[in-house]
C-alpha cells in the first residue's frame, strides 16, 4: 500500500504542464481583477451587493485559504477554480470533498485524459447522438517544490487501478491532510507520460490559453480536433 510518507520530495524545478477546461466555463473574472486577497475582500464585498449570482460564479471559497490563492498572476481564475467549484463525484485523489488541479505534461496527455473521462460521462446520457464539445487549452507554469513523487509506484499499483479510486482517494486524502502541495504521478489514460494533481493553487505562476479544441461525439469520441490557436480565435469561442 502506498503510503505518503514513502515518497520522496520533489525539490523544486520550475515546469510548464497542460489542462484542458470546457469552454462553457468562462473564467472567473473577480479573481483576475485583483492583486491580492485584501482588494479581493474589498470587491467580493461590493460585488456581492448587486450580483446575485456572484456566489455561483465564484463558488466555494471557504473551500480554500485565500492565502493559497496566487491573486496577481496570468490566470489566477483557471488555477483557483478547481479548488471552488468541486465535483462532488470526485476525481482519481479526491472523494469530491475537495478540489485538485490536475495537469500534464503534454497537450496530448491532457487531451487524453478528458477524452476518457469525456467519453464516460456522455455514454450514460441516454438519445445522445450526436454532439461537439468545445475545450479550452491551457498553458500553466508552476513549481514541484514539496511535492511527492508517485511515478516511481507501478502501473500495475491500485492507486492507479482505471476506475476504481478507493486507493487513491486515500493517498489524495493524505496529501490533503499533510499539507502537501501536490503528487506526480503515472498517467493512466497515456502510459509513459507524467501528470500533476495540485492541492493547492499556491505553486501556480501563470495559466494562459493557447488554443481551442473541439471533440465530436457520435455514440463515442470520433474525432478531438484543434479548432484556434491563442493567436487566431473567432470571436463565437470567446
Keep these: 500500500m502506498v503510503e505518503l510518507a514513502g515518497l520522496a520530495v520533489l525539490s523544486g524545478e520550475s515546469l510548464q504542464a497542460y489542462r484542458l477546461v ?69 476525481s482519481r485523489f479526491s472523494d469530491g470533498s475537495f478540489g485538485v488541479l490536475y495537469l500534464a505534461d503534454r497537450l496530448e496527455t491532457a487531451i487524453a485524459e478528458v477524452r476518457h473521462h469525456q467519453e464516460r460521462y456522455w455514454s450514460n446520457v441516454a438519445g445522445l447522438n450526436y454532439e461537439r464539445f468545445v475545450f479550452r487549452g491551457l498553458a500553466c507554469s508552476f513549481s514541484d517544490l514539496g511535492m511527492k513523487d508517485a511515478t516511481v509506484v507501478p502501473l500495475t499499483d491500485p492507486i492507479y487501478a482505471p476506475d476504481d479510486y478507493s486507493h487513491s482517494h486515500r493517498l489524495g486524502k493524505q496529501a490533503k491532510r499533510e499539507a502537501c502541495p501536490g503528487l506526480r504521478y503515472n498517467s493512466v489514460r497515456s502510459p509513459g507520460a507524467v501528470c500533476w494533481a495540485l492541492m493547492t493553487p499556491r505553486p501556480v505562476a501563470s495559466i494562459i490559453q493557447t488554443s481551442h479544441f473541439e471533440m465530436i461525439w457520435s455514440g463515442q469520441i470520433i474525432s478531438v480536433n484543434q479548432i484556434t490557436t491563442a493567436e487566431s480565435r473567432p470571436s463565437d469561442l470567446h
Design 22 to 90: 470546457n469552454s462553457k466555463f468562462p473564467p472567473i473574472a473577480l479573481f483576475e481583477d485583483v492583486a491580492d486577497a485584501a482588494d479581493f475582500e474589498a470587491l467580493y464585498q461590493l460585488q456581492a451587493l448587486t450580483n446575485p449570482r456572484l456566489q455561483n460564479e465564484v463558488g466555494r471559497l471557504e473551500l480554500v485559504p485565500r492565502d493559497e490563492i496566487p491573486f496577481g498572476i496570468p490566470g489566477c481564475s483557471y488555477a483557483t477554480a478547481p479548488f471552488t467549484h468541486v465535483n462532488p463525484a470526485g
